[in-house]
């Protein structure tokens, strides 16, 4: 089983251009690479975040997934 952790990385300044450099520690934890596309959300005016495409994708077939057993179960319990 993965242990996943959460970590405060430090902060960043938001440059002229809106712009904002990741740690080094956050983007080797991340296993980030130069190039490398960023989802970028965000909540409440509080709060943005990053996540890597690829792991976007991974979590959306997931949800996908789940979404398809659960219409399933909702469409055969109306039969």
Same mark, same amino acid.
């Given at each position: 089983m993965r242990q996943h952790k959460h970590r405060f990385f430090g902060t960043t300044i938001v440059g002229a251009k809106g712009q904002v450099v990741i740690p080094k520690e956050a983007?080797?934890?991340m296993n980030l690479?130069? !190039?490398e596309k960023?989802?970028?959300f965000g909540? $409440?005016?509080h709060?943005? !975040?990053f996540m890597k495409l690829d792991g976007a994708r $991974?979590?959306?077939k997931a949800m996908s997934d789940h979404f398809d057993k659960l219409k399933n179960l909702v469409e055969d319990d109306n039969e």
């Open positions: 983007r080797e934890a690479t130069q !190039g960023l989802l970028v909540g $409440r005016g709060m943005i !975040g $991974r979590v959306l």
